[in-house]
């Protein structure tokens, strides 16, 4: 979904263009079943990915964040981006900008509140598309089941308990698809209502961006071994 846009003049009307398969492919048809996955791109999303184009950070960051030129961040991995909610820590970092006698994160002190908090959105939206594919293809290794008992107690059981809603995902899940099943959003269930998948969904975003190769490795050791 992400594409480079050329600088100079004629770039608003490229940005303008580049949002109309989105909006119109933002509409939800009726009765269609969501089969979970990644979300498609929002029509707020889009507006965070104009600032973030208009303003020029994928030069130095990356239309996917993976970037570094110039010695800036790698923001697919940052943790100061982690510790970001709803634009508290960019959009101060952004305003700022960060001084350097080589190379230099310029300031953008003129962002409105929105133009941030659309901003940081599209951000964390990219890191979780990034992180999800990164996770999905990392060299899968033998997790620490105790450590993934840990693990999930801290994160997962106010929603899920491995004798409850996950009992019975070992027999009926290989490890890849348990994986899947671990960092994908999940789609709707039959005897789970609307407003819970909603935040489920949010959750296992946010989780997205927190996981380490090995954290998805332990959970899913875990998992394996407490939910047959
Ligand atoms: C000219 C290159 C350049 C541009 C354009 C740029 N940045 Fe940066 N950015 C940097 C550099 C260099 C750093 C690291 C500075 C340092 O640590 O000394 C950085 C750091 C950051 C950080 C802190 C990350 C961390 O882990 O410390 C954030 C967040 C960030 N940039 C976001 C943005 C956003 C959003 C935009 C567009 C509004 C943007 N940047 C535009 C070069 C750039
Ligand atoms: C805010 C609530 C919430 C949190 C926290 C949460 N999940 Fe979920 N999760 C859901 C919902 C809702 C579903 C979809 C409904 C269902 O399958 O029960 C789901 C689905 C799943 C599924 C698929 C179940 C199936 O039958 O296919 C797995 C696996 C899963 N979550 C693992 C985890 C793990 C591991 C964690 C912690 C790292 C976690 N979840 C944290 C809400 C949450």
């Given at each position: 979904m992400s594409r480079v846009l050329p600088a100079g003049p004629g770039l608003a009307l490229v940005a303008l263009l580049a949002l109309l398969p989105v909006v119109i492919g933002a509409q939800v048809v009726p009765g269609?079943?969501?089969?979970?996955g990644m979300p498609a791109p929002t029509v707020a999303l889009e507006r965070g990915r104009a600032v973030y184009v208009l303003n020029t950070?994928?030069?130095?960051?990356?239309v996917d964040l993976t970037k570094a030129t110039m010695?800036?961040?790698?923001l697919l991995h940052s943790p100061l981006v982690g510790a970001d909610?709803?634009?508290?820590v960019i959009g101060a970092v952004v305003r700022a900008g960060i001084p350097n006698l080589q190379t230099s994160m310029p300031?953008?002190?003129?962002?409105t509140n929105q133009e941030v908090e659309e901003l940081a959105a599209y951000i964390h939206y990219l890191r979780q598309l990034g992180r999800h594919k990164e996770l999905m293809g990392a060299s899968v290794a033998a997790g620490d089941a105790a450590a993934g008992r840990t693990y999930f107690a801290a994160n997962c059981a106010s929603c899920h308990a491995v004798t409850g809603n996950l009992k019975g995902l070992a027999t009926n899940y290989d490890a890849a698809t348990l994986r899947a099943r671990v960092l994908g959003p999940p789609p709707p269930a039959a005897s789970v209502d609307a407003g819970a998948i909603a935040a489920g969904r949010r959750q296992h975003l946010t989780l997205l961006e927190k996981y380490s190769d090995d954290d998805v490795n332990i959970l899913v050791a875990y998992l394996q071994e407490a939910t047959k």
């Open positions: 269609k079943p969501d089969a979970g950070c994928h030069f130095c960051h990356g010695g800036a961040a790698v909610e709803n634009g508290n300031a953008y002190p003129d962002l």
